[in-house]
T-cell receptor, first 115, second 114 residues
Framework: DTGVSQDPRHKITKRGQNVTFRCDPI?????LYWYRQTLGQGPEFLTY????????KSRLLSDRFSAERPKGSFSTLEIQRTEQGDSAMYLC?????????????FGDGTRLSIL | AQSVTQLGSHVSVSEGALVLLRCNYS??????LFWYVQYPNQGLQLLLK??????LVKGINGFEAEFKKSETSFHLTKPSAHMSDAAEYFC????????????FGTGTRLTVIP
């Protein structure tokens, strides 16, 4: 169990630029989640994959956000035309099949700063 | 709808004192409940979970929590605080069906005074 890996750990970019983050889940986990955490708040759900299928998206996920998990393994989260309000920590989590009683394992996150 | 309320955004205790972090949830059906800990610039680490069965749940690092359905609470306790317990603690609920995404409280920052 090598844990959930996220890359990069930090990203600084100018407003209006596009950014892409990567998440590698624990290898045997078929569920993958993206969350956003702003300063002083708990993580907020963005989207969820079961294998390669994106099954649910939060209303927080505007049209500028897109997530993929093409082969049911790693996932990417892209933000287009970044805005100041996108500054946050983006967390990825994975869990095995078995329902919501299975705990989610989190990566260390990607901290995005918009200049 | 699921929601979580954590009373007290900051809690300070002396080293060796009891730790009590409060969590109340709102759910139309009994949910699954979790406590996570987050150290600076890191992701969340699971402390413990309640799904079914025994309402007193023991977790890692000496923490435990008790599910009280009548009070819709899931408070986290530790008998004796250690300096290494200083961190942010999040209570979360998950519905039994659907995406199973977690709904988090706003967190409680625990400070341990030597």
């Amino acid at each position: 169990d090598t844990g959930v890996s996220q890359d990069p750990r930090h990203k600084i970019t100018k407003r209006g630029q596009n950014v892409t983050f990567r998440c590698d889940p624990i290898s045997e986990h078929n569920r993958l989640y993206w969350y956003r955490q702003t300063l002083g708040q708990g993580p907020e759900f963005l989207t969820y994959f079961q294998n390669e299928a994106q099954l649910e998206k939060s209303r927080l996920l505007s049209d500028r956000f897109s997530a993929e998990r093409p082969k049911g393994s790693f996932s990417t989260l892209e933000i287009q035309r970044t805005e100041q309000g996108d500054s946050a920590m983006y967390l990825c989590a994975s869990s095995p099949v078995g329902g919501s009683n299975q705990p989610q394992h989190f990566g260390d996150g990607t901290r995005l700063s918009i200049l | 709808a699921q929601s979580v309320t954590q009373l007290g955004s900051h809690v300070s205790v002396s080293e060796g004192a009891l730790v009590l972090l409060r969590c109340n949830y709102s759910s139309s059906v009994p949910p699954y409940l979790f406590w996570y800990v987050q150290y600076p610039n890191q992701g969340l680490q699971l402390l413990l979970k309640y799904t079914t069965g025994a309402t007193l749940v023991k977790g890692i690092n000496g923490f435990e929590a008790e599910f009280k359905k009548s009070e819709t609470s899931f408070h986290l306790t530790k008998p004796s605080a250690h300096m290494s317990d200083a961190a942010e603690y999040f209570c979360a609920v998950s519905p039994e069906t659907g995406a199973n995404n977690l709904f988090f409280g706003t967190g409680t920052r625990l400070t341990v005074i030597p």
